[in-house]
């Protein structure tokens, strides 16, 4: 398979724990994406980026939430001191930009399955 | 006003009749507008792009954009009940920022 897969699939937590996911991107894709989505809503842009940069990151993200790429790979989002509205479907995508400009196709997203939270 | 607004639905309509979906959105300058599809339990699925005025038809699907109108629209002719999911309506408002609709639900009726 070679799709953007996400781990776990399910997390199921206490509020005021830690928690992490991780994506790995379609091989060849050089941006990645984290999106949020709860039910009856569209997914929320949270953060992206371009290789190892993170080139930016919603207002709407506390400090809680932070998200690594290095070497320009994998992707892990973390979000500390859980809280029960952090419960959501985190959605993690990626596609392949050129390096500097924007280009029209920005947008033309692969997701993988998601990894659902779950915070009692 | 939200960024991107679609009608939450459900829209129904019988085997073999068009299905017209709906969008608008808010920033004027943007450029990039897509259609997904998501079924339920799923993640959304790239189904058309569109970037310029006017239609763009592929197989079953048409989009259409009016910039002008800041209006976006997705026409599913044929609809299958395999069709029936939540069609998200999303715009790039420039950067690297994707903004989705909350997602109008079909339900197509064999």
């Known amino acids: 398979d070679t799709g953007v897969s996400q781990d776990p699939r399910h997390k199921i937590t206490k509020r005021g724990q830690n928690v992490t996911f991780r994506c790995d991107p379609i091989?060849?894709?050089?941006?990645l994406y984290w999106y949020r989505q709860t039910l009856g809503q569209g997914p929320e842009f949270l953060t992206y980026?371009?290789?190892?940069?993170?080139?930016?990151k919603s207002r709407l993200l506390s400090d809680r939430f932070s998200a690594e790429r290095p070497k320009g790979s994998f992707s892990t989002l973390e979000i500390q001191r859980t809280e029960q509205g952090d419960s959501a479907m985190y959605l993690c995508?990626?596609?392949?930009?050129?390096?500097?400009?924007?280009?029209?196709?920005?947008?033309?997203?692969?997701f993988g399955e998601g990894s659902r939270l779950t915070v009692l | 006003q939200k960024e991107v607004e679609q009608n939450s639905g459900p829209l129904s309509v019988p085997e073999g009749a068009i299905a017209s979906l709906n969008c608008t959105y808010s920033?004027?300058?943007?450029?990039?507008f897509f259609w997904y599809r998501q079924y339920s339990g799923k993640s959304p699925e790239l189904i058309m792009s569109?970037?310029?005025?006017g239609d763009k038809e592929d197989g079953r699907f048409t989009a259409q954009l009016n910039k002008a109108s800041q209006y976006v629209s997705l026409l599913i002719r044929d609809s299958q009940p395999s069709d029936s999911a939540t069609y998200l309506c999303?715009?790039?408002?420039?950067?690297?920022?994707?903004?989705f609709g909350a997602g109008t639900r079909l339900f197509v009726k064999a």
């Open positions: 920033d004027r300058g943007s450029q990039s």
């Open positions: 569109i970037y310029s005025n």
């Open positions: 995508a990626s596609s392949l930009g050129p390096l500097a400009a924007i280009s029209s196709n920005t947008g033309e997203l692969f």
């Open positions: 999303a715009v790039n408002t420039g950067g690297f920022k994707t903004i």
């Open positions: 091989s060849e894709h050089n941006r």
């Open positions: 980026f371009q290789n190892e940069a993170q080139l930016e």
